[in-house]
């Protein structure tokens, strides 16, 4: 079992920065493929990023791809999404995962074994 906290979402202006952490607990942290997801109102839940459990490899949704960075730190428990040069259009409510699975293509399954509680980023224009 995985329980897992966001933190650093709030509201910015268009072309600013936010970065997001999400804190896990257990021992087993440093096991789990993790990600980011994200649901604006009236939208589905959408795959925003995910990284390896050695971080050997990242992947991002097109839509955020050259403005984010996922990064974890093992050590900490920890995991994280540099958000830069954010849009209107990147506000939503996002959710940290844990225990994503990749396909033998090597590309990451938009679904996960654990959430988060979600935490709130609005981008104003």
């Known amino acids: 079992q995985v329980q897992l906290v966001e933190s650093g979402g709030g509201l910015v202006q268009a072309g600013g920065s936010l970065r997001l952490s999400c804190a896990a607990s257990?021992?087993?942290?440093?096991?789990?493929?993790m990600g980011w997801f994200r649901q604006a109102p009236g939208k589905d839940r959408e795959f925003v990023s995910a990284?390896?459990?050695?971080?050997?490899?990242?992947d991002y949704a097109d839509s955020v791809k050259g403005r984010f960075t996922i990064s974890r730190d093992n050590s900490k428990n920890t995991v994280y999404l540099q958000m830069n040069s954010l849009k209107p259009e990147d506000t939503a409510v996002y959710y940290c995962?844990?225990?994503?699975?990749?396909?033998?293509?090597?590309?990451?399954?938009?679904?996960?074994?654990?959430w988060g509680q979600g935490t709130q980023v609005t981008v104003s224009s």
């Open positions: 995962a844990a225990g994503i699975r990749y396909y033998s293509g090597g590309s990451p399954a938009h679904d996960a074994d654990y």
């Open positions: 257990g021992r087993t942290f440093s096991t789990y493929n």
């Open positions: 990284i390896t459990w050695s971080s050997r490899s990242t």
